[in-house]
């Protein structure tokens, strides 16, 4: 059984940073894409980053440049890191698990999300 937990979301203010982890269990890490998803109030998810088994990295283009996705597979774990956060960055985020190592394949298993808020 796959499971992926979230974790460092938070309260920021606007232009602060945060970094979010999610570790995976029951899966072999090293050989999966691995991807961020947001989720605003009243919106549907979308895709943040992803990053492929080889650390290939793709970007929503209004991201690239302020967040930045990395993987630790000794750790089985996968980052975003989220500077210069604004309002608009406001959701749940989720990481998902993909059925193969290209960021082309599709999310297979989903964690259950983090918080980030952004407000002053």
């Known amino acids: 059984q796959v499971t992926l937990v979230e974790s460092g979301g938070g309260l920021v203010q606007p232009g602060g940073s945060l970094r979010l982890s999610c570790t995976a269990s029951?899966?072999?890490?090293?050989?999966?894409?691995m991807g961020w998803y947001r989720q605003a109030p009243g919106e549907q998810r979308e895709l943040i980053a992803d990053i492929s088994d080889v650390s290939n990295k793709k970007y929503k283009d209004s991201i690239e440049g302020r967040f930045t996705i990395s993987r630790d597979n000794t750790k089985n774990t996968v980052y975003l890191q989220m500077y210069d956060l604004q309002p608009e960055d406001t959701g749940v985020y989720y990481c998902?698990?993909?059925?193969?190592?290209?960021?082309?394949?599709?999310?297979?298993?989903w964690g259950q999300g983090t918080q980030v808020t952004v407000s002053s």
């Open positions: 029951g899966t072999i890490f090293s050989r999966r894409a």
């Open positions: 998902a698990s993909y059925s193969g190592g290209s960021y082309y394949s599709s999310p297979l298993y």
